[in-house]
């Protein structure tokens, strides 16, 4: 079964950055769009971004709105978030999802981001 591998999390100081990183684990899967979510202890997963493979259009939830960056490599079938500005409010486990062009959806097993000084 086909899954989304991320990478990039860690432990980062309040106003630092951090880049992740999720790619289908076959490398090939046809993606119509790819995003990202996040769940903090105690709480509900949230979206925090994606964006659609064709166009490019990119949605943000509004917290990280001009801190957050999604982006992609259509050649490498790859989505980048690139996180600017943390903040302790940012520190959650992230997950990639994405819906194929058959309509299949697709998720990673999560990368924790910690921030704290």
């Known amino acids: 079964q086909i899954q989304l591998v991320e990478s990039g999390g860690g432990l980062v100081q309040p106003g630092g950055s951090l880049r992740l990183s999720c790619v289908p684990s076959?490398?090939?899967?046809?993606?119509?769009?790819m995003g990202w979510f996040r769940q903090a202890p105690g709480t509900d997963r949230e979206f925090v971004a994606s964006?659609?493979?064709?166009?490019?259009?990119?949605y943000y939830l509004d917290s990280v709105k001009g801190r957050f960056t999604i982006s992609r490599d259509n050649a490498k079938n790859t989505a980048y978030l690139q996180m600017n500005s943390l903040k302790v409010d940012d520190t959650a486990v992230y997950y990639c999802?994405?819906?194929?062009?058959?309509?299949?959806?697709?998720w990673g097993q999560g990368t924790q981001v910690t921030v704290s000084s």
């Open positions: 999802g994405a819906t194929t062009r058959r309509g299949e959806k697709l």
């Open positions: 076959d490398g090939s899967t046809d993606i119509y769009d």
């Open positions: 964006i659609t493979w064709t166009s490019g259009n990119a």
